[in-house]
Antibody, heavy 119, light 110 residues
């Protein structure tokens, strides 16, 4: 049974960098059938795609966040990571990691982690 | 303002059939497959429909999806109280070069 688990600080100060890691268990992140992605959801609002990455690299990002986002993968640890720089209160959200087959079919999700941007 | 347009809310009574519509453009729904996600409060979304009408294993056949031109729809037949949730449509947008979602539809079972 594949499981994804987000981890990282729940509170980040404005202008600093948000860093999250998604640990994958019960399956290999190097499986060639899948992409791995980050999606966020501000409190009480809808879903927003942040970016996806394949096990071999080559990430692609939401154009509206591209200048601030880095997604990387560590196959040796079976995990992938998100960095979002220069955060503001607008980045406060529940951040989900997910496994995708095809580009937009996310069939396995982490439970999500709330990140609050506040001083 | 979401790229894909959904009604913010809809409702139905147990046993009824409800349909949730998702409107897009040629650059997203018109040129890509559509997925639907179900989300209960405080939980992660769950993939309900992929490739316009395919159901992942374990999703009841009460849920069905379709697409025509630049619109898609999710139909739920034999509505049950446990279907009360938020539903999101999603698709790839070639112009934006990104994955876009609808704003979500809150389904209330009366």
């Amino acid at each position: 049974q594949l499981q994804l688990q987000e981890s990282g600080p729940g509170l980040v100060k404005p202008s600093e960098t948000l860093s999250l890691t998604c640990s994958v268990s019960g399956g290999s992140i190097s499986n060639t059938k899948y992409y791995w992605g980050w999606i966020r959801q501000p409190p009480g609002k809808g879903l927003e795609w942040i970016g996806n990455i394949y096990y071999s690299g080559s990430p692609y990002y939401n154009p509206s966040l591209k200048s601030r986002v880095t997604i990387s993968v560590d196959t040796s640890k079976n995990q992938f990571s998100l960095k979002l720089t220069s955060v503001t209160a607008a980045d406060t959200a529940v951040y989900y990691c997910a496994r995708l087959f095809g580009v937009t079919a996310a069939d396995n999700w982490g439970q999500g982690t709330l990140v609050t941007v506040s001083s | 303002q979401s790229v894909l347009t959904q009604p913010p809310s809809t409702s139905g009574t147990p046993g009824q059939r409800v349909t949730i519509f998702c409107s897009g453009t040629r650059s997203n729904i018109g040129s890509s497959t559509v997925e639907w996600y179900q989300q209960f409060p405080g939980t992660a979304p769950k993939l309900l429909i992929y490739s316009n009408y395919q159901r992942p294993s374990g999703v009841p056949d009460r849920f069905s999806g379709s697409k025509s031109g630049t619109s898609a729809s999710l139909a739920i037949s034999g509505l049950q109280s446990e279907d009360e949730a938020d539903y999101y449509c999603a698709a790839w947008d070639d112009s934006l070069n990104g994955w876009v979602f609808g704003g979500g539809t809150k389904l209330t079972v009366l």
